[in-house]
């Protein structure tokens, strides 16, 4: 079974954390039950990468795809992430594991910062 490990920096405010449990329940709900969805904080804010690792495991995840929940390809989704994860799969070793790159350059989110700014996107624009 597929797992999703869904990775932000982690807050000192609770209420920015409780903003990736949200994140994560609706990619589970989207995704549906065939795919195990989890949440984890890199620092400062449980669940740890360890524990969100543990938990996809102890339901069912065979496979475990990490996402840097990050915009950019800074240094925390482009090494120190993919470290942490590497270091908590160690300990697993019939779990095989990828992480994927942030964000980047998305349309859906250039399409979102358009719709925040209520400006409607130029025929042009999309495909």
Not at 70 to 97: C, F, N, Q, W, Y
């Amino acid at each position: 079974m597929k797992g999703i490990l869904i990775i932000d920096h982690g807050s000192m405010r609770e209420a920015a954390n409780q903003m990736l449990d949200s994140v994560g329940e609706l990619v589970q709900r989207m995704a549906g039950d065939s795919v195990v969805v989890r949440i984890a904080h890199m620092e400062l804010a449980a669940p740890s990468i360890a524990d969100g690792f543990a938990a996809c495991v102890a339901a069912g995840a065979t496979e475990i795809v990490a996402f840097p929940y990050m915009l950019s390809p800074g240094k925390h989704s482009t090494r120190d992430i993919p470290r942490m994860v590497a270091e908590v799969a160690a300990g697993h070793p019939g779990v095989s594991v990828q992480v994927t790159p942030a964000f980047g350059v998305s349309e859906q989110l250039a399409l979102l910062v358009l719709e925040r700014a209520g400006v409607t996107p130029a025929e042009s624009s999309t495909r």
